[in-house]
T-cell receptor
């Protein structure tokens, strides 16, 4: 257990529906990352938060995707008008504060597996 | 941009045999390198990391990896495979100052009794 939790663990939805995932990072970690992992592939970077500020977004994050971290603690990832190609594992990661010396390690949550029918 | 290539999408070894999972990196600046393990329907667990200190890095569960700059490699090894080592293994690279970690496609390790 890395201390990063994600909910739900599994989500099955119909094409066109909206879905929202939640990530609760390790409490003292300011940074939070979202990754997407499709079957047979490694995780791909989606977006990154420093506290409540979303500092970087991958080109993989289309307009249907939005992520928030309103209070600098938990984060949500919403996908609107889901498509079958959105089916994947969505992983959240929380690295330690670089000033605390742990700048280089990502601690991953268990992921949310999305299946779009 | 930095990247990693994992050679072999599937490796099969017998229990007690040497495990060797290959990873080559590409980076224009000194990288940080990582190996993660993923069990079915779970997130990624850090096995070990190289952050420009010792080139031979020891991790959890008896795994180790050696950073070889001349070969741009960071192969993962374990002297004796155990059934519980069966999982997906991912090599990853990060460059300090960038905000994302780049992963390889993964190598599925099967351990035969």
């Amino acid at each position: 257990d890395t201390g990063v939790s994600q909910n739900p663990r599994h989500k099955i939805t119909k094409r066109g529906q909206n879905v929202t995932f939640r990530c609760d990072p390790i409490s003292e970690h300011n940074r939070l990352y979202w990754y997407r992992q499709t079957l047979g592939q490694g995780p791909e970077f989606l977006t990154y938060f420093q506290n409540e500020a979303q500092l970087e977004k991958s080109r993989l994050l289309s307009d249907r995707f939005s992520a928030e971290r309103p209070k600098g603690s938990f984060s949500t990832l919403e996908i609107q008008r889901t498509e079958q190609g959105d089916s994947a594992m969505y992983l959240c990661a929380s690295p330690p504060d670089p000033l605390a010396g742990g700048r280089d390690t990502q601690y991953f949550g268990p992921g949310t597996r999305l299946t779009v029918l | 941009a930095q990247s990693v290539t994992q050679l072999g999408s599937h490796v099969s070894v017998s229990e007690g045999a040497l495990v060797l999972l290959r990873c080559n990196y590409s980076s224009s600046v000194p990288p940080y390198l990582f190996w993660y393990v993923q069990y079915p329907n779970q997130g990624l667990q850090l096995l070990l990391k190289y952050t420009s200190a010792a080139t031979l890095v020891k991790g959890i569960n008896g795994f180790e990896a050696e950073f070889k700059k001349s070969e741009t490699s960071f192969h993962l090894t374990k002297p004796s495979a155990h059934m519980s080592d069966a999982a997906e293994y991912f090599c990853a690279v990060m460059v300090w100052g960038n905000n994302d970690m780049r992963f390889g496609a993964g190598t599925r390790l099967t351990v035969k009794p």
